[in-house]
């Protein structure tokens, strides 16, 4: 028995050992595979449309959870799988897969599904997906083990609108200890099938293999240019004498090198002068539908195809030409869209010099503008220069403005121009010092006119804006930044030797330059610190270690292709060779916090001390803190508007506990049917229960434990068991401890945090004085984007005993931003950066992943109506409260139960909820709001016609009481609040109204078709804008209210009780009159019956006694003939003589 122990212990060693190495040396992989490959390699992720085949698996499902034969079900299956491997570079993968399943280890793969540019069938929504992957096998030659191979699978479910998703792999808690990592997975709508050579090829270009051919050592970096991660195929060009480019739906994860289907021309002209000619494809800028290149002065655009944008085209077939009479010059993104359309800026050259275009993409269509001018011509007419030209321009689509850097070619000065678009108008904002000011040692210096300069000259070359945090950056030889586009700070930790070459923006609080030698810079928004980090010596000293490590991303050979930004931080992409010569390119991870770590121990002050008469060598900590958490934060989905689904796969009946593809399609089938059911929830009636899944297992629940107990008995119908408890909606997830990335906060909404912070302990602080470590030290300060619309409050708390300091950070909004729009819909973007005084890029802390900067957060603020929530009608409420008020309720004769009815006579009071589809809150609707009837038609919704604009006044307003025509009324008319337009304002206090169907209204004098009552279907529409003042959400809805027991008009009524009086005097006299000659006629009818009786009897009794004689004579004739037959000589008879 007890080497029965020492064997398990010692084989819990061996796999804790495992999970450990596991840790460090094994990454997530994952890859789609089409429905029918499942298993295979990387596939190429275009295809759109579901297959409905995965229905006919359901039929087997008889006896279960599932209903095959409801009609509303939507059992389909998406067109890819995720395939979820483990990449090692030690050990074997598929070894080490084995051991981490058989551990227990289970992939949670969260998909978030990212928003359209133009949301067209779908509301704005933050929403994501959790599935738990299934293990499978993987088919293949096995000699000595029964699991050759294996992966874990789920489905790729895509949404209505969207086309990127993030995918986010972690572990479930058990098992092997891998790093979560997170992939950028895409729909490519530029590859189609050829059907010819039966392979995907790419529509815009020629794929091309061999990157020697094209790519080298002496590469240089360029901008990788794209609209905010609305992008779902990325494109990088330049290089050399090559039409070629860079493309990837993966964010560069993966790539494929293209030759695009463009002819190499060259226009050189006295309008559009040319130096040289190249084929290289200088200016590449990706939308989330098109791709835009330039070479030389030609423009070019392709769109793809994207059925799940639902575009007004199919996508292009070649490469379109734009601006043909235009010399461009240069190409400048715009990052963020407006009114659902993304842009791209296009600088005049040659005879256009000075003048700039507006390219607009919207659901696949491209226009072009002309000129953009001011009333008095051009920038540089309006500012009076004889000749300039336009360096840079940004377009803030938050204020519809154009910010240039305009150049005077004739004196050589530099200026910032403000284009207001409405207004058509320039206005100069900011002209730059001709020479680079001197700096000085904090790092930064305020330009207010009194500086001094030195003898080089400030020579900018491009503009940078953050619409989160409102600063302007000028970038060239200096870095200027800018609150206000009028009074500016020279950051001098930038040397002006140095020329950049492209800014890149996170848009989370971080940001780098890229110069022409290669160098790079970075630096936190809100700070004064520009710090290279390439080339430098703490990047070389990282750099030395990986390569001793063997690391795969690190080599003594590599050019830098691209520096840019994901969601997981500055990336490079690069060109390496081995020393085999061998060539591929890689997306690296920047090792920010590495590089600035070892710069603080490389950089930090030290000297010798001694304590406890020991020798020790003290480094200054720069840090003014130890430790800082973020505690206390309210519940994450209020604010952040993520809504969240959880599933798992269904339970298959083999013993293994290994899936197979017709237990993958039922895992399809379920998730597709919890996404169609999620996308369909939008009726206008509340639910009972509010939740999507609802109506989905309200007919099975109650049967739950029975399907489990078949399933137990491994019974279950088609192999596999499907737990309705394994498809939800979660409303309950809990916060971090880390500031979202992103709020939302509504009209007066606060959201409340605590910011904990200590100083370090008598060990940490060994040798340092009180003032160098005190509570003195730490003092955290915010910077607000838009201080107008909301503000930040903070309470400090000294915990003094503990050697630490609390800080109560309240964000709340003002009330002042002046929009009320749909959910979701143009909100207004900013942010609050939250730091400790002193910490910036000093302060760090060590975690199982590596170290990480601390000190400094940023978290953007959305102010408006935030996604998620709705306006329902509570119809169960309504009946409930109508029926109270009334005393009585009287339903249609034949009942619906998805629409009951309203008697006619009875005072209507609709109530309506606001449901919370990320919360799961449903509560009363207690604003103000516009109640309208805006179609109708009676007996049935066939009937149902939509009234004019004319017709709605007349009929709900206070109008129509003039004409006659009102449909209602109020039922308290003491309180009579309209609007401008004479519409009633309905509030949650008084909300009951009377169906009055006035003498021309539509519901007037309704015709009745048998003895029920008339009944009449009313569209309504309710509405809040402009007359609710407690929320910036414009709240509209729609819904049909069936109302029976309609009035018949005065003089239809008067003439059908005539007529009724009329038949009711007429049966009475027909009654007298029956009493009255009823006697006689009686008398009369029964002589009359005698008589007819009598003469019926006679004449039968006369012919009675005719038959009796002429049977008589007939049988004497017979007689007689038979004696004359008998006696021919006897004598005639008398008889025959008289005859």
């Given at each position: ?8 212990n ?27 490959g ?17 229905a ?19 059992y ?24 981490a ?64 998703m ?7 808690g ?38 020697k ?7 240089v ?6 609209t905010?991660r ?7 060009g ?21 030759e ?13 002068p ?24 030609l ?5 793809g ?15 379109t030409?734009?601006?043909?009479n ?5 190409l ?135 619409p ?13 930044q800018?609150?206000?586009?009028v ?9 002006s ?20 030698k ?25 750099s030395?270690?990986q ?19 994901d ?17 591929r ?27 406890e ?15 800082m ?19 798992q ?22 998730i ?58 979660v ?27 200590s ?12 003032a ?15 201080p ?30 002046p ?11 900013g ?7 002193h ?19 940023t ?57 919370d589809?990320?919360?799961g ?18 007996f ?32 308290d008319n ?5 609007n ?8 949650g ?12 209204s ?38 049909t ?17 005539k ?26 009818f ?5 008589r ?9 009794g006369?012919s ?19 004696s004359?037959h ?10 025959g003589?008289?005859?």
């Amino acid at each position: 028995m007890m080497w029965h122990t020492t064997v398990l212990n010692s084989c819990l060693l061996l796999l804790f050992i495992k999970s450990y190495l596991l840790l460090d040396d094994c990454s997530w992989t994952v890859v789609v595979n089409k429905f029918g490959g499942i298993g295979s390699g990387r596939h190429l992720f275009f295809t759109q449309n579901e297959d409905r085949k995965v229905a006919e698996v359901f039929k087997e499902l008889g006896d279960s959870a599932i209903d095959p034969n409801d009609k509303n079900a939507h059992y389909f299956g998406f067109p890819y799988f995720l395939k979820i491997n483990l990449s090692c570079l030690v050990q074997n993968s598929a070894r080490a897969i084995r051991s981490a399943h058989y551990t227990g280890l289970i992939p949670e793969v969260t998909v978030t599904f990212q928003e359209p540019v133009h949301s067209v069938r779908q509301k704005r929504e933050q929403l994501q997906i959790m599935m738990r992957a299934a293990p499978s096998r993987i088919e293949g030659r096995c000699d000595s083990e029964e699991v050759c191979e294996m992966c874990w699978f789920t489905p790729m479910p895509m949404m209505n609108g969207s086309v990127m998703m993030e995918v986010f792999v972690a572990i479930d808690g058990l098992g092997a200890l891998v790093e979560d990592k997170r992939f950028s997975i895409n729909i490519n709508g530029f590859a189609k099938i050829d059907k010819e050579k039966n392979d995907i090829v790419y529509t815009i270009g020629t794929k091309l293999t061999n990157l020697k051919d094209f790519l080298s050592l002496n590469e240089v970096s360029r901008p990788l240019w794209a609209t905010y991660r609305q992008a779902p195929v990325l494109i990088i060009g330049h290089v050399p004498h090559s039409k070629i480019i860079l493309l990837s739906d993966t964010l560069f994860d993966d790539f494929s090198a293209i030759e695009v289907a463009i002819d190499s021309c060259w226009i050189g002209s006295l309008s559009c002068p040319q130096k040289n000619f190249s084929s290289s494809i200088m200016d590449t800028i990706s939308t989330e539908s098109t791709l835009f290149i330039r070479q030389n002065q030609l423009v070019y655009y392709f769109t793809g195809s994207y059925s799940a944008l639902h575009m007004k085209n199919s996508g292009s077939v070649l490469w379109t030409r734009i601006l043909n009479n235009i010399c461009v010059k240069q190409l400048n993104p715009v990052h963020f869209a407006k009114n659902d359309t993304e842009y791209v800026i296009a600088l005049g050259g040659g005879w256009q010099e000075g003048e700039f275009f507006l390219i607009r993409v919207k659901d696949g269509i491209v226009k072009v503008s002309d000129s953009i001018k001011s009333r008095n011509g051009t920038v540089c007419r309006s500012l009076q220069f004889p000749k300039c030209s336009i360096l840079w321009i940004i377009f803030v689509t938050t204020g519809n403005q154009f910010v240039l850097l305009v150049k005077d070619s004739i004196r050589g000065s530099y200026y910032v121009v403000l284009y207001y678009q409405a207004q058509k108008t320039f206005e100069l904002m900011y002209q730059l010092p001709r020479f680079v000011p001197k700096g000085s040692d904090k790092g930064f210096l305020m330009l207010v006119g009194a500086e001094q300069y030195t003898n080089r000259t400030l020579i900018p070359r491009g503009l940078a804006f953050n619409p989160f945090t409102m600063i302007l950056y000028i970038w060239g030889n200096v870095v200027l930044q800018s609150h206000d586009m009028v009074n500016y700070v020279y950051l001098s930790s930038f040397p002006s030797t140095s020329f950049i070459k492209y800014f890149v923006h996170s848009y989370q609080g971080h940001y780098a330059c890229v110069t022409d030698k290669e160098e790079i810079w970075v630096s936190l928004e809100g700070s004064s610190v520009l710090i290279q980090l390439h080339p430098s010596k703490p990047w070389n000293l990282y750099s030395d270690l990986q390569i001793i490590r063997k690391s795969p991303e690190y080599g003594n050979m590599e050019a830098m292709i691209s520096v840019f930004y994901d969601p997981d931080g500055l990336k490079q992409l690069l060109y390496l060779e081995d020393e085999h010569g061998k060539a591929r390119v890689i997306k690296r991870r920047v090792p920010l916090n590495h590089v600035l770590t070892y710069r603080q121990l490389i950089s930090a002050p030290y000297h010798q001390m001694t304590y406890e008469g020991k020798e020790y060598i003290r480094f200054t900590h720069r840090c003014p803190f130890a430790v800082m958490r973020i505690v206390d934060q309210p519940a994450p989905q209020r604010f952040t508007r993520m809504e969240h689904y959880s599933t798992q796969p269904p339970d298959v009946m083999d013993p293994t506990k290994f899936h197979d593809p017709k237990s993958l399609s039922v895992y399809q089938g379920l998730i597709f049917q919890l996404l169609w059911l999620h996308s369909a929830y939008n009726r206008p009636y509340a639910d009972p229960v509010h939740d999507p899944t609802w109506r989905w297992w309200k007919n099975k629940e109650q049967d739950a434990e029975y399907y489990f107990y078949v399933a137990a008995n491994r019974n279950s119908s088609g192999g596999v068991y499907v737990n309705m408890k394994n498809y939800v909606k979660v409303y309950n997830l809990r916060a971090q401890h880390e500031l979202p990335p992103q709020i939302y906060l509504d009209k007066n909404n606060t959201y409340t945090f605590w910011v904990f912070l200590s100083i370090r302990t008598a060990k940490q602080s060994m040798g340092e004085s009180a003032a160098e470590n005190s509570l003195n030290s730490m003092w955290v300060t915010v910077i607000l984007s838009h201080p107008k619309y909301f503000v930040a409050k903070l309470e400090r708390q000294e915990l003094i005993s503990r050697g630490s300091v609390l800080y109560e950070v309240t964000v709340a909004d003002t009330g002042l931003f002046p929009n009320q729009d749909l959910s979701g819909k143009n909100l207004l973007k900013g942010s609050i950066i939250l730091k400790v005084a002193h910490s910036s890029v000093n302060c760090y802390h060590y975690t199982s992943k590596g170290p990480r900067l601390k000190g400094y957060k940023t978290m953007g603020v959305n102010v408006g109506c935030p996604p998620g929530k709705r306006l329902a009608f509570d119809i169960t409420g309504t009946l409930q409260y109508t029926t109270k008020k009334n005393k009585r309720y009287f339903d249609c004769v034949n009942p619906d139960p998805e629409m009951p009815c309203f008697f006619f006579s009875d005072v209507f009071n609709p109530s309506f909820l606001i449901q919370d589809m990320v919360t799961g809150h449903s509560g009363p609707f207690e604003g103000s709001y516009i109640f309208k009837v805006i179609g109708g038609g009676p007996f049935s919704e066939k009937e149902i016609r939509y009234f004019s604009n004319q017709e709605i006044l007349l009929y709900n307003s206070v109008h129509g009481s003039i004409t006659q025509s009102l449909i209602w009324l109020r039922e308290d008319n003491s309180d009579n609040q309209t609007n401008t337009e004479g519409f009633h304002i309905l509030s949650g206090a008084n909300f009951g109204i009377m169906f009055v169907c006035q003498k021309n209204s539509p519901c007037y004098d309704i015709v009745p078709k048998d003895m029920t009552t008339p009944d009449y279907f009313f569209v309504v529409k309710v509405s809040n804008r402009d007359v609710d003042q407690t929320t910036y959400c414009d709240y509209a809805l729609e819904f049909t209210i069936h109302v029976h027991g309609l009035r018949l008009s005065p003089s239809r009524a008067i003439f059908l009780m005539k007529v009724s009086l009329g038949s009711l005097v007429g049966l009475v006299l027909a009654y007298m009159f029956i009493l009255i000659v009823g006697p006689s006629v009686k008398n009369v009818f029964h002589s009359m019956y005698k008589r007819v009786e009598n003469a019926i009897v006679f004449r039968a009794g006369s012919s009675a006694t005719f038959s009796s004689s002429f049977s008589s004579q007939s049988s004497l004739s017979n007689l007689h003939s038979s004696s004359d037959h008998s006696n021919p000589s006897s004598p005639p008879s008398v008889h025959g003589e008289k005859l």
